[in-house]
């Protein structure tokens, strides 16, 4: 339990504006955007500094309490999620773009900073920031590089990670570090920052993010397929690929998913399909003519029921703007909505259609599918109640095989949304106990004491003092 003196030294270096102690204040702070996962904070401070981290994160130690960092809390995994009470540490007034260096093509950003304002800031200065995840107008940077995000245009464009040229971070034994800088090229020592992508708040406290810009693409073009089959716009993926086309973006959306959105955003999706296809080719105006035309022939041979280019930038838009939705849309069908991150290699989409569909027979229930199918990434969405311990029983049995499935084919157990706390159990069946075991040593070479963010990723207690078993085992990025 925090004292009092300690919310009193916490107001004195942040300022009574800065730090909420009072349990209404605490209660929506609790959650992060993952089902069934909930713990109150005993004190939530809203830094508006690296030094003020700092100092935070120095009372937190004194006190022995767990510090949990906090971009926007749109997390899926519950990162974010106090599970042992404690602090929690908001980034989100930490939101300043502090430099668009045009020559270097790089800006730098605090690290609440949200996604989509930095992409219309440097877009306002012709350049391009492509990272993209569904919750860009909410989603803080670091929260990004913490999760190593993915989004619509990850296909041709890669994850947040891809663009992270240096951190600055606080680290459990008080040090500030940055890691990384502007120049290109850096193989000075261990790459402090593509250890910290990714951690997902327990290694170190992000304050400061450079990332690289590229200049945006002179045109696009987007395509929209429906398919009476789910299986064959798996198997367009696979085949548009096959054919060395690399669309920036290649969403897919199931039946299920279609008529949410469409009660939702009615732009008039057609209710009767099994699934669409939104791809987008962008580059040059000459090549995105050419691999335009390269993907209506293979969606023609794939025998799409129907392929419709968008005519205006805005129909674009709005279809991409569609696709974001998806998640809130099928949200609003039942009062839990599980959301996993399953991800194969995308020759294996089309299989991957088929054992979702089986399962969610097997297991009586309403399963809603959208994704970055172009990464194989998809989100086997389950449409159910968390009171009724039956559904939620069968619900984990279905992830529970499908993960057999996905890892079985050599894919992973996320692909974007990280392990925190709904991934635990699955980590070791993917990366093996050694592979856990080296993550934990790299854990406690950081925070030895398990000051942050305890109990994500894996459980308490010490892996390293297990037996040893050499085994072989998977990094998983
Ligand atoms: C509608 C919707 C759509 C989404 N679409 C996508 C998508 O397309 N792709 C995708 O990858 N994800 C997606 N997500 C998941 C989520 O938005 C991302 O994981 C995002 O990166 C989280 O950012 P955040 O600021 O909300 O971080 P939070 O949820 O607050 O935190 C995420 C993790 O990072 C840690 N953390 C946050 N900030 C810091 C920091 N500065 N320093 C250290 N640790 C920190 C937290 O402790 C936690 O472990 C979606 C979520 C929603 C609700």
Known sequence: MISQTAIGHLIEKLGAENVLHEKEDLLVLGYDSTPGVHHLPEVVVYPTSTEQVRSAMEIARREGLPLVPRGSGTGLSGGSVPVQGGMVLCLTRMNRILEIDVENLTATCEAGVITLDLFNAVAEKGLFYPPDPGSQKISTLGGNVMENAGGLRGLKYGVTGDYVMALKAVLPDLSIITTGGKSVKDVAGYSFKDLLV???????????????LIPPPRDKRTILAYFDDIRLAGEAVSKIIAAKIIPSTMEIMDKATINCVEDYVKIGLPRQMAALLL???????????????????????????????????????????????????????????????????????????????????????????????????????????????????????????????????????????????????????????????????????????????????????????????????????
Not at 198 to 210: A, F, K, R
């Open 279 to 477: 791809i987008e080719v962008d580059g040059h105006p000459a090549m995105v003519a050419e691999e335009a035309e390269g993907v209506k022939g293979i969606l023609e041979a794939v025998k799409a029921a129907e392929i419709h280019l968008a005519e205006t930038a805005e129909q674009a838009a709005s279809l991409a703007a569609a696709r974001r939705t998806a998640l809130s849309a099928l949200a609003r069908v039942s009062p839990t909505t599980l959301l996993e991150d399953a991800t194969v290699p995308r020759s294996r989409l089309a299989e991957t259609f088929g054992e979702i569909e089986r399962l969610a027979e097997k297991y009586r229930l309403k399963v809603g599918t959208f994704g970055h199918a172009g990464d194989g990434n998809l989100h086997p969405t389950v449409l159910c109640d968390e009171r009724d311990a039956d559904e939620m029983k069968r619900a984990h049995a279905f992830y529970n095989e499908l993960y057999e499935k996905v890892l079985a084919w050599g894919g992973t157990v996320s692909g974007e949304h990280g392990i925190g706390l709904a991934k635990k159990e699955y980590l070791a069946r993917q990366i093996g106990e050694g592979g856990v075991r080296v993550m934990h040593r790299i854990k406690q070479a950081f925070d030895p004491e398990g000051l942050l963010n305890p109990g994500k990723i894996f459980d308490e207690g010490d892996p390293c003092t297990k037996p040893h078993v050499e085994e072989g085992f998977r990094v998983s990025h």
């Open 198 to 212: 990714g951690s997902e708040g327990t290694l170190g406290i992000v304050t400061e993010v450079t990332v690289k």
